[in-house]
């Protein structure tokens, strides 16, 4: 491996904390910066603020060789030759994201530049972000020719970002000049020669020593765009298939037959063409709005976003619609939830489906049962426990003389959960389940009145009823 590279990484959230530990994993001298000094210290001390793959063993490896934890952002410029800007981008109130953690980072950047730095947006940013940043450097007293900006989105999957950012399918760079270009290759060299993948210690993946990611590089503007036009035609996909999904459902059909027969074609692909009860999580709610938000500044109206968005708001809502047909009343209904966070392998809960249909189900006079592998203490700051909320430590506790079981996140401990002990914990054996994490057959031969999203319900005993 070429020399290491000294690599500042602001913010600690999913997207700093991972990048700053697979730098650091892949042989770089890594200062992983946040403001909030409880965080920094739980860092310190071994702890881990979000729920990953890999990551606990990787950090527990790397603290006491290659990266460190500090809140003090001007020492950390002042050592590093790259600073990865990778703080919080969230969702303004007209649509637009909220830069105002960017712009005081890049501020607080440009008052310890001593020497070229190259500063780096990690965060999902508008385009033109870039000019921003560079205008905001200047103001604050940074010399132009001591710094270059350059744009480096992230393509993580919350649950399996480790693998994603070591396996990547493409490493995008937006650069306008070489010397900058040159410092990115060379952050980046482990993987695209293959190196990395040589070592006996390497996190597994689809990636090899034979078949090395690509590296893209294009203007920083591109990059900027790139990040959000792929986050907007993933949502795209989803909200797709789920409006097959409710077609399937009118006409008696199974979508998952739909979507394998439309997955097949290479023009499309298999990948997120999963109906249920739609997306979440941090990046394509507030992606897909900032997008929209980007095109009508720039005089177009990307209605096409507007229809995504309306088809995952009616999601939750048709959903909901399921279970009240399953179980006809809900005031009084004691129901199991499995799931709080907006999908299986993280503990986020941020616009998570899963969190607004119990809040329809707490406003209709329910009581809930919640389990979730990772996100029940987040849960508990925006659900607190009461009379009609229920936290417990396993599935089948929480489904425990319960009405009907809810899937609302998918797991694969609750694919793999033991359905005779499901059935015999419940009070009426009826699972509606919003991710399709079951065979609708198998449902029915083991007892259950069975719903899902998209395909026909199978009852046993019981009819279900259109509402």
């Not at 990551?55 to 050592?79: K, N, V, W």
């Not at 034979?210 to 035609?233: G, V, Y």
């Not at 037959?257 to 997955?263: D, I, P």
């Not at 700051?381 to 009461?386: A, I, R």
Request: glycine content about 8%; overall charge negative.
């Amino acid at each position: 491996m070429a020399q290491p590279i000294c690599i500042a990484v602001v913010g600690s959230g999913y997207v700093g904390l991972v990048s700053a530990a697979c730098f650091a994993e892949l042989g770089h001298r890594v200062i992983c910066v946040d403001n909030d000094e409880a965080k920094v210290r739980l860092l310190k001390d071994g702890g881990l603020p979000i729920h990953e793959e890999y990551l606990p063993e990787m950090l527990g490896r790397l603290r006491q060789e290659s990266i460190e934890f500090t809140t003090d952002l001007h020492e950390a410029t002042r050592q590093a030759d790259a600073v990865f800007i990778a703080v919080g981008t969230p969702q303004s109130d007209n649509g637009d994201a909220d830069l105002s953690y960017v712009d005081a980072v890049a501020s607080a950047i440009a008052r310890s530049i001593d020497n070229y730095k190259v500063i780096v947006e990690k965060s999902t940013v508008p385009v033109y972000t870039n000019e921003w940043i560079t205008r905001t450097l200047e103001r604050n007293g940074a010399s132009r020719d001591t710094f270059d900006v350059v744009s480096n989105p992230e393509f993580l999957r919350e649950g399996t970002a480790v693998t994603d950012f070591l396996h990547p399918n493409r490493i995008v760079i937006g650069v306008e000049n070489e010397r900058a270009a040159h410092l990115l290759r060379q952050i980046y060299e482990p993987l695209t020669s293959g190196a990395y993948y040589d070592r006996p210690s390497a996190v597994p993946g689809s990636r090899s020593a034979d078949n090395p990611p690509p590296l893209l590089q294009m203007s920083t503007r591109a990059a900027e765009l790139t990040k959000h036009a792929t986050n907007a035609f993933l949502a795209m996909k989803i909200s797709f298939i789920n409006a097959v999904a409710n077609i399937c459902d009118a006409a008696g059909v199974n979508v998952e037959e739909v979507a394998r027969g439309v997955g097949m074609d290479d023009r499309i692909g298999p990948r997120f063409l999963r109906a249920g009860i739609g997306y979440g999580g941090s990046c394509f709610p507030k992606d897909v709005a900032a997008f929209r938000w980007v095109a009508e500044q720039l005089g177009h109206h990307f209605d096409l976003l507007a229809e995504v968005e309306r088809i995952n708001a009616d999601q939750k809502k048709l959903f909901f619609r399921k279970i009240r047909s399953a179980l006809w009343t809900l005031r009084g209904k004691r129901l199991a939830v499995l799931g709080l966070a907006f999908k299986g392998g993280t503990d986020d809960i941020r616009e998570s489906p899963a969190i607004e249909i119990v809040r329809m189900l707490l406003k209709e006079g329910c009581s809930v049962t919640l389990f979730d592998p990772a996100a029940m203490e987040r849960t508990k700051e925006v659900l607190e426990p009461g009379p009609r909320v229920k936290y417990v430590s396993d599935m089948y506790e929480a489904a425990t003389d319960a009405h009907a079981v809810l899937v609302l996140s998918d797991w694969q401990e609750f694919a793999a959960i033991d359905l005779d002990r499901l059935r015999e914990a419940l009070r009426h054996p009826i699972v509606i389940d919003g991710r399709n994490l079951f065979d609708p057959e198998v449902m029915s031969g083991k007892g259950f009145t069975y719903f899902s999203v998209g395909r026909p319900s199978l009852a046993t005993g019981v009819k279900a009823v259109k509402l």
